[in-house]
């Protein structure tokens, strides 16, 4: 009653009730603090006031804002600014007029005092100070793919502000995820106008860039790489490690699927995931656009959009590519992926796909092609082609590629399967179009499996591209004490993953769909 609950890291004195290293960031960004069933809250969930208790939304810099998190959370209220020149030991904010839940102008900078009363005197300032007001200027939308060679590339700024802003205090930095390194630095210059775009780009992007790059084309990094704009810094050159002084917003983007650490993200966007500039999602040129708010330092608000340099994002519907289909119908139609097993115990030497014949008549497997695809590259890193071999599926009949332990119709070496995150995928036409290295295709496409090895993989640039809005399956190898597979148990529509499940393997015969113990879990991370 009356009292304090600390958390904190282990250096706080006294010692926190519970010890969390974890990063608190330095803002604009909000503490929540809800009452209710704890497993309706988990990293990466979108801001909510359902069962708000309190919160505080602060930041350590003037000039920037948190618009959709004061909105949902706060609205109408004004960042807490956590100003580090208040005093010349270490600061913190803390309540000192009111104890209103979700009341922002009740808090001020004060000097910390862990597990004890707020101290709320008056602070001697270190010496008299102006803080810096940033302008409030954000990286809007950018080009760095376009179809064939990249000569349309282009990085769009927007100032949200309702004054003229004077670029010459700002650089912009390209970012190397290789090695985290600058590899381009661009001091800009002029103005940009009120509420008015800025675009650095190639020669080629009309209307003509504000800056034109060096060369007309491949400038920008495909990925995982990122764009930052800094503000009253002059000392960053080609090289220098990345680094968030001085940073007023970045974007951290890819083409591929994301790795599961970046140096990048943990600097620039801590705890956020790359925008991904999907270039196989949608015909024509696309873009990382803004389209869901104006918050600096906030990757979810880009998602795939047409180009407009200069110009207001266009944020409607994208035209996808069509759903996979093939014109031929018996006996494309009727040949599905059944059952795979891409990790076996100890030496991989128990690894198969498994295909199912669905038709009453024996079918021939010309030009039928297996592209097994890389989730960290979205490229095909095997083809196989069973065009002219005489091979052929039995009526109501199974036919396995794998290795020689499996009794295979088509035998494999060991280990010829990755773990995932990837995808098998069934292709039926000209297999001439099918080659090691190529780009993720639906062109006749006729089934796919995307899988992972690990709940916490996402296989997202696959899941896109060739099961979109199906979470991948999941090869768990905690549910059975044998060699377990992935299999179908509830159906045989194609591109459907919802239909497999984990099960025991039987290559080359009837899945089994018996019971699974109690306390298996779903393939779907």
Excluded: W
Excluded at 267 to 283: F, R
Excluded at 382 to 389: A, C, I, T
């Amino acid at each position: 009653s009356n009292g304090y609950f600390t958390i904190g890291s282990s250096n706080v004195v006294p010692y926190p009730d519970v010890v969390s290293e974890s990063m608190i960031q330095n803002g604009p960004d909000a503490v929540a603090l809800y009452y209710g069933n704890a497993a309706d809250y988990f990293v990466g969930m979108t801001a909510s006031r359902a069962n708000l208790v309190d919160a505080v939304l602060y930041t350590n810099r003037l000039g920037v804002t948190a618009a959709s998190l004061v909105a949902t959370l706060a609205p109408g209220q004004e960042l807490v600014y956590e100003n580090a020149a208040a005093i010349a030991e270490d600061e913190s904010i803390s309540r000192c007029g009111g104890l209103h839940g979700v009341t922002l102008s009740e808090f001020q900078v004060t000097r910390p005092t862990p597990g004890g009363e707020n101290n709320c005197a008056p602070l001697p300032t270190a010496s008299p100070t102006s803080p810096t007001v940033v302008p409030e200027i954000i990286i809007n939308e950018l080009n760095s793919d376009t179809p064939g060679v990249d000569t349309e590339e282009f990085i769009e700024l927007y100032n949200k502000g309702s004054s003229n802003v004077d670029m010459s205090d700002f650089q912009l930095v390209l970012y190397n995820g290789a090695d985290n390194q600058a590899y381009m630095v661009i001091q800009l210059t002029g103005f940009i106008l009120a509420r008015s775009y800025y675009t650095i780009g190639s020669v080629n992007v009309q209307p003509r860039p504000r800056l034109v790059f060096d060369s007309a084309d491949n400038v920008i990094h495909n990925g995982l790489d990122a764009v930052a704009l800094h503000y009253q810094r002059s000392d960053i050159v080609v090289g220098s490690m990345v680094n968030a002084v001085g940073l007023v917003d970045a974007l951290v983007h890819t083409k591929y699927t994301p790795p599961t650490g970046s140096e990048l993200i943990n600097v620039l966007t801590p705890g956020q995931q790359p925008a991904l500039e999907l270039i196989y999602i949608s015909e024509g040129d696309n873009t990382l656009g803004r389209c869901s708010g104006r918050d600096a330092l906030t990757l979810a608000q880009f998602r795939l959009t047409v180009p407009t340099p200069g110009a207001p994002n266009n944020c409607n519907p994208l035209v996808t590519f069509p759903p996979p289909v093939t014109t031929v119908r018996p006996p494309v139609a009727q040949v599905i992926i059944n059952e795979m097993n891409a990790d076996s115990p100890s030496v991989d030497d128990f690894e198969y796909i498994e295909l199912y014949n669905k038709e009453n008549r024996d079918v021939s497997l010309n030009n039928f092609v297996l592209v097994l695809y890389n989730g960290n590259t979205n490229k095909a890193y095997m083809v196989l082609s069973f065009n002219g071999l005489g091979l052929t599926i039995p009526r109501r009949g199974y036919f396995v590629i794998g290795t020689r332990n499996t009794n295979p119709g088509y035998e494999m070496p060991n280990n010829f399967i990755q773990n995932g995150p990837d995808a098998i995928a069934l292709y039926y036409g000209d297999t001439s179009g099918y080659v090691s290295g190529m780009d993720v295709t639906t062109n006749g496409l006729v089934d796919v499996v995307v899988y992972v090895n690990s709940g916490g993989d996402s296989a997202s640039g696959l899941t896109s591209a060739l099961t979109p809005g199906q979470p991948p399956l999941h090869e768990d190898s905690r549910v059975l004490e044998q060699d377990e597979s992935i299999g179908r148990c509830t159906g045989n529509d194609p591109v459907s993953l919802s239909q497999f499940r984990v099960m025991l393997s039987t290559p080359g015969q009837p899945n089994d769909c018996s019971p699974l113990p109690t306390s298996a879990p779903n393939p779907a991370p």
